[in-house]
Nanobody, 115 residues
Framework: QVGLVESGGGLVQPGESLTLSCAAS????????MAWYRQSPGKERGLVAQ????????MYGDFAKGRFSISRDNTKNTVDLRMDSLKPDDTGVYYC????????WGQGIRVTVSS
């Protein structure tokens, strides 16, 4: 059974950092491109960051460049999203996604950036 379980969300103040983690199970993680998506209030779900199976290639949404960093550990089947200098606009539900060759979604985890 496929599982993508996100953790690490919560309430933070502007300027603070947060790291989200996604634990994967039930599929071949090592061959899978992984990604984080975000759905902010009133907006469509959009790509935050993506990482290739061995971690050599990453891609970021424009808003994430320079502030967010995606990484993975293929020995633990986890993918993390480090978020620095958080802004209120970063508020939303963050989803872990197994992108290629599959398409699996986690249930999402809420991040709120507010003073």
């Amino acid at each position: 059974q496929v599982g993508l379980v996100e953790s690490g969300g919560g309430l933070v103040q502007p300027g603070e950092s947060l790291t989200l983690s996604c634990a994967a199970s039930g599929f071949s993680f090592k061959i899978t491109t992984m990604a984080w998506y975000r759905q902010s209030p009133g907006k469509e779900r959009g790509l935050v960051a993506q990482i290739s199976p061995v971690g050599g290639t990453t891609m970021y949404g424009d808003f994430a460049k320079g502030r967010f960093s995606i990484s993975r550990d293929n020995t633990k089947n986890t993918v993390d999203l480090r978020m620095d200098s958080l802004k209120p606009d970063d508020t939303g539900v963050y989803y872990c996604h197994a992108t290629m060759p599959y398409s699996y979604w986690g249930q999402g985890i809420r991040v709120t950036v507010s003073s």
